[in-house]
């Protein structure tokens, strides 16, 4: 099922895997569209097996991006999701498993509504194998964070895929070694892998923690000034900024945000990949968005590479070496901290899940709502809860130079102003 129509190239491709004997039917139909799911699946009561591989992106920064722009992205992830678990909740499913993303894992520039419709299907798939458990579901429930496919479908621009081989050594994924792992997958006992594609040493180290340490002669001091060293590299980035953009210096402030200069995510990723390339950094756009500016930039490669920045910028007095390398920052040294980052939450994700967890409460008491049940009705309904003053705070006619309009909890009076140690006044 797809939501558009065949093209002529889709229709020569089913009629050459007919000719292996499989019978193909494919039926347009639009995933976030609850009805069209019902009945499809109604019609079809004899599957056996699910496979989600619906999605779009339509990146931006997320400062820009407009709901008409992520709706469209989260809506096949999150209500199609939902509506086709829903609707082959009955059937004696062998498994039902979603194509997410490695952008939910790693991220990815521009994409942050991507990366979040991607998260929300791997923790449904979760839910959703605690009901097999239940016997409220049937068939093995996966998830699987793909990285980019070699062969046609959703593809990445050249920068990106340029930043991802340079950083975390991952390569687009070939079409046989993906069936291969999809085969793999299903034949396992879990309900989510990340595969990827590439560098295996570099990959490995990537998600295992390091194991190298440096001895205690090679931790030598920097012998730069810090305040100088800063500036320096300060002016270097705006420099580095003003070459890529075709800009002079002097144009640029180096308090504004990228996005006043005209970055877009595209952009960012071929300016990251300049700066890897000249300085021998590992850097992904994500570093962009945590410094949002030159001057943070600047100072976001001083603390994290000053090895590298160092050298290259000549800052290092003869026969010194060029920054300190500590035991701390060994893991800089070799995984940037991005992915460092990535490394810990990612373990994390697994470690609780064969242990009991600890579910944290909220609640809140606001005007016009007494739970949270009711205050999020009450932001779906826009419900305005700007009032008079009610009676039983005080008669604001009696006042009559002051305002008479609030936002008020009711049931005040039941407030314990004793037993919580208020006084009266």
């Known amino acids: 099922m797809g939501r558009s129509g065949l093209k002529s190239n889709k229709k020569e491709l089913i009629k050459r895997l007919e000719t292996f004997g499989s019978k193909i039917i494919y039926e347009p139909c639009d995933i976030t569209k609850q009805a069209a799911v019902n009945a499809l699946i109604a019609k079809y009561p004899q599957i056996n097996g699910v496979i989600h591989c619906s999605g779009i992106i339509k990146d931006n920064f997320i400062s820009k991006k407009t709901l008409k722009e992520i709706d469209p992205v989260l809506n096949p992830k999150v209500k199609g999701l939902e509506y086709l678990d829903q609707a082959t909740a009955k059937l004696k499913l062998d498994y039902f498993i979603t194509f997410s993303s490695l952008s939910a894992t790693l991220g990815n520039a521009g994409q942050s509504d991507y990366a979040a419709a991607n998260g929300y299907m791997d923790a449904y798939i979760q839910d959703r194998a605690q009901q097999v458990i239940n016997r409220q ?30 950083v975390f050594k991952i390569k687009p994924l070939p079409a046989a070694s993906g069936l291969a792992a999809l085969k793999q997958i299903i034949a396992s006992d879990h309900q989510q892998l990340l595969v990827l594609f590439g560098n295996r040493k570099a990959i490995s180290l990537m998600l295992d923690k390091a194991s190298c340490t440096r001895k205690k002669d090679q931790q030598k001091t920097l012998t730069i000034e810090t305040g100088k060293f800063n500036r320096e590299i300060i002016q270097e980035v705006k420099m580095q900024t003003a070459a890529h953009l075709k800009m002079q210096p002097d144009q640029l402030d180096e308090e504004s945000e990228w996005a006043e200069f005209g970055f877009d995510s595209i952009l960012l990723t071929s300016f990251v990949n300049n700066l890897n390339t ?142 919580n140690g208020v006084g009266y006044s």
């Open 137 to 166: 579901r049937h068939g093995k429930s996966i998830s699987i964070n793909w990285p980019l496919w070699e062969s046609d479908g959703m593809q990445m621009d050249a920068a990106t895929i340029q930043n991802m081989l340079h």
């Open 278 to 419: 000249e300085f021998n950094l590992d850097l992904t756009p994500a570093a962009l968005f945590e410094t949002t500016n030159i001057q943070l930039f600047g100072q976001y490669l001083a603390e994290n590479y000053p090895r590298q920045m160092a050298e290259k910028l000549g800052l290092t007095e003869e026969g010194q070496p060029a920054a300190t390398v500590t035991p701390v920052e060994q893991d800089k040294q070799t995984i940037n901290s991005f992915v460092q980052g990535f490394k810990k939450s990612y373990k994390a994700s697994f470690s609780h899940r064969e242990e009991d967890i600890a579910v944290i409460g909220m609640s809140c008491r606001i005007a016009g709502a007494r739970n949270l049940e009711e205050f999020w009705q009450m932001l779906v309904d826009e419900k305005d809860m700007i009032t008079e003053i009610p009676r039983d705070r005080w008669d604001w006619k009696s006042y009559p130079d002051s305002a008479k309009w609030g936002s008020f909890i009711d049931g005040v009076a039941e407030f314990d102003s004793l037993y």
